[in-house]
């Protein structure tokens, strides 16, 4: 097995990975400084090469530290893309928290399977998308 950048335009160089971080290190400005420090040594840490080597190794990864490298054979078809930038972000990483896709497209097809018309089907979609999305997108 291994894993390749599914086309979504027939020019290929214009295909890209979809991916996304997932893991992020920092470091609150909340605590006394001898708690922040044990944070930043943690960190120090985490980024050693070897702790990093480890990470990716176990979860099939792609690590941003320098000289650590993802060598699993099951995702060397997207390491070449992933190297050269060729990736796209997920798209739910643009949604407001709370607003769930996911339950909307269940809907859809539940309303498709029970034989809802699909230009209603499509329309209450939407508005369901519209709605839902200016109610999550609240700052």
């Known amino acids: 097995m291994n ?7 027939d020019e290929a160089d214009r295909n890209t990975v ?3 971080v997932d893991v992020l290190l920092a470091v609150s400005n909340q605590g006394d400084e001898a708690q922040q420090e044990a944070a930043k040594e943690f960190i120090r840490y985490a980024l050693t090469p070897e ?3 480890s990470y990716i190794d176990d979860q099939f990864a792609f690590s941003a530290v320098n000289g650590v490298e993802q060598k699993n054979e099951t995702v060397s078809g997207v390491s070449k893309d992933i190297a050269n930038g060729k990736v796209s972000n997920f798209p739910d990483h ?3 928290n709370g607003f769930d896709l996911s339950a909307i497209l269940q809907q859809f097809a539940l309303n498709k399977v029970d034989g809802m018309d699909d230009t209603e089907n499509i329309t209450e979609t939407l508005q369901s998308c519209d709605e839902q ?7």
Do not use: C, R
Not at 133 to 139: H, I, L, S, W
């Open 3 to 9: 894993m390749f950048a599914f086309p979504s335009v």
């Open 18 to 20: 979809t991916s996304g």
């Open 51 to 53: 702790v990093a080597q």
């Open 94 to 96: 643009y949604y407001p």
């Open 133 to 139: 999305y200016d109610a999550a997108n609240v700052e």
